[in-house]
């Protein structure tokens, strides 16, 4: 991971983060919380983590090329927006993927994705 984003230094030091336990990402010791997505090409913007840390849960967001934008320590609930979990914007982002799997850059974007917001967000679990 890269522990280097000013954002994320100045966050990181405010807050108390243990920049071992981030230098180090294991993805088998964190819980990915979510997804968010551009809803024009459902492409990844960002992910959500988290982790059980001294009896708290230690927050993480992941950004393009594996740069830790912030983290935090907050209670069990996501404080992030909406989840989408079906309709358009879901289906986009998921030929997408395939596409992205399947070798094509660009994935499939024939899907009108609907809302016209920046972002969202689709669970992965």
């Keep these: ?56 849960y230690l927050w993480i967001v992941i950004g393009l090329h594996d740069l830790i934008k912030t983290a935090y320590v907050g209670g069990d609930k996501n404080p992030g927006g909406k989840i989408v979990l079906s309709g358009s914007l879901y289906d986009l982002v998921e030929k997408v993927n395939s596409g992205l799997l399947a070798g094509d850059s660009k994935g499939d974007q024939s899907i009108n994705p609907g809302p016209t917001t920046n972002h969202a967000s689709r669970t992965l679990a």
């Design 1 to 56: 991971m890269k522990l280097h984003g000013a954002h994320f230094r100045q966050r990181a030091d405010e807050r108390s983060i243990p920049y071992d336990l981030l230098k180090d990402f294991d993805s088998w010791q964190w819980e990915l919380i979510d997804a968010e997505v551009r809803v024009d090409t459902g492409k990844f913007v960002a992910s959500s983590w988290r982790m059980a840390h001294n009896g708290e």
